[in-house]
């Protein structure tokens, strides 16, 4: 029996990961640093701090809120770094693992001044957590600039994570979060006002320099590596996503497709296409029930599907493996 439950527990913290993939870009505000994140259904405090292995009592006030407040899909919670989660020193314990925590470097920005930004950590940690050769930096560049410190057995963030601060990282995921784009997280009435973040509603136009997306040209090679391609229709639905709007990188959920394979997506009522890379499976639950896919917001609104819609209609068209 315990063997099963673990087993089950295993899997939960599987699907979780696979909805959520976060990019965890670490925010400051009056000298605090913070991670956000996004409240997925049926989450609330108490598994929101097994994720980031913090005090749901820490995570509650810094966001005006009390425990019992109730959450909602969507709503954006600032997660606190304090000496329990946040290292940059050390080895992780037998139950535990270092998850590399970024940071996006801005205008103009030295290694110097980052580490400095970031408890004063050294270059030469900066350099050997990102593997870099030298003190060249582009603006938007990813740098690793800490850890979060979480357990293995409680948190899905765990998988990407390292014994010691020396390892290096890659670069993680875009951040996704498979949030349906209304719904309450739990179920009981909530009475907290959201605190939500703006979410861009059009696509720049440098990232609709071609019409279709990113992935369009990696479609194409798929074409000449696969004998040929196959169409499937079905209904769609929307998750959000912070990538895409300014480069044009849209992602899909999607079942029975290996991830990382580019998909065409079209919508039907006004033959709008974008190209999209398959993060992985629908995660399973009511929501998805009946759906071919889930598209990343900004893909949706190339197609010109409507965030407020539950679904849409969608033909997909993938290369046969």
Same mark, same amino acid.
């Given at each position: 029996?315990?063997?099963?439950?673990?087993?089950?527990?295993?899997?939960?913290?599987?699907?979780?990961?696979?909805?959520q993939s976060p990019d965890l870009v670490i925010q400051s505000e009056a000298g605090k640093l913070y991670l956000n994140h996004?409240?997925?259904?049926?989450?609330?405090?108490?598994?929101?701090?097994?994720?980031?292995?913090?005090?749901?009592?820490?995570?509650?006030p810094l966001n005006g809120l009390t425990l019992t407040s109730g959450l909602e899909v969507g709503q954006s919670l600032k997660?606190?770094?304090?000496?329990?989660?946040?290292?940059?020193?050390?080895?992780?314990?037998?139950?535990?693992?270092?998850?590399?925590?970024?940071?996006?470097?801005?205008?103009?920005?030295?290694?110097?001044?980052?580490?400095?930004?970031?408890?004063?950590?050294?270059?030469?940690?900066?350099?050997?957590?990102?593997? =870099?050769?030298?003190?060249?930096?582009?603006?938007?560049?990813?740098?690793?600039?800490?850890?979060?410190?979480?357990?293995?057995? +409680?948190?899905?963030?765990?998988?990407?994570?390292?014994?010691?601060?020396?390892?290096?990282?890659?670069?993680?995921?875009?951040?996704?979060?498979?949030?349906?784009?209304?719904?309450?997280? *739990?179920?009981?009435?909530?009475?907290?006002?959201?605190? *939500?973040?703006?979410?861009?509603?059009?696509?720049?136009? &440098?990232? +609709?320099?071609?019409?279709?997306?990113?992935?369009?040209?990696?479609?194409?090679?798929?074409?000449?590596?696969?004998?040929?391609?196959?169409?499937?229709?079905?209904?769609?639905?929307?998750?959000? &996503?912070?990538?895409?709007?300014?480069?044009?990188?849209?992602?899909?959920?999607?079942?029975?497709?290996?991830?990382?394979?580019?998909?065409?997506?079209?919508?039907?009522?006004?033959?709008?296409?974008?190209?999209?890379?398959?993060?992985?499976?629908?995660?399973?639950?009511?929501?998805?029930?009946? =759906?071919?896919?889930?598209?990343?917001?900004?893909?949706?609104?190339? =197609?010109?599907?409507?965030?407020?819609?539950?679904?849409?209609?969608?033909?997909?068209?993938?290369?046969?493996?």
């Amino acid at each position: 029996m315990k063997k099963l439950l673990f087993t089950i527990f295993s899997f939960v913290i599987t699907v979780t990961l696979v909805a959520q993939s976060p990019d965890l870009v670490i925010q400051s505000e009056a000298g605090k640093l913070y991670l956000n994140h996004i409240v997925t259904a049926k989450e609330n405090f108490y598994s929101i701090g097994r994720l980031y292995n913090i005090s749901p009592k820490e995570i509650a006030p810094l966001n005006g809120l009390t425990l019992t407040s109730g959450l909602e899909v969507g709503q954006s919670l600032k997660i606190p770094l304090s000496a329990g989660n946040f290292v940059q020193q050390g080895t992780a314990g037998a139950d535990e693992v270092f998850v590399p925590l970024y940071h996006i470097v801005e205008e103009k920005e030295g290694l110097f001044r980052i580490g400095q930004n970031f408890n004063k950590v050294s270059v030469n940690d900066i350099k050997k957590w990102n593997s =870099l050769s030298s003190e060249n930096l582009e603006k938007g560049q990813q740098l690793v600039v800490g850890f979060l410190k979480v357990k293995k057995s +409680q948190s899905a963030l765990a998988v990407n994570g390292l014994k010691k601060t020396g390892d290096p990282a890659t670069t993680s995921p875009p951040v996704v979060s498979n949030t349906p784009v209304s719904g309450n997280a *739990t179920n009981t009435p909530t009475t907290a006002t959201p605190n *939500t973040t703006t979410t861009q509603n059009t696509v720049s136009s &440098s990232a +609709q320099a071609d019409g279709n997306g990113f992935f369009k040209e990696l479609y194409r090679q798929q074409s000449t590596s696969n004998d040929g391609f196959r169409s499937t229709t079905g209904s769609g639905a929307i998750f959000k &996503s912070t990538s895409g709007w300014q480069d044009a990188k849209y992602y899909v959920l999607m079942n029975n497709i290996t991830p990382g394979t580019i998909v065409r997506i079209t919508n039907p009522v006004n033959s709008r296409t974008i190209f999209a890379k398959v993060l992985g499976e629908l995660p399973p639950g009511k929501e998805n029930e009946g =759906l071919l896919i889930r598209v990343s917001n900004a893909g949706a609104a190339e =197609l010109k599907v409507n965030e407020k819609e539950a679904k849409f209609s969608a033909e997909v068209s993938y290369a046969k493996s």
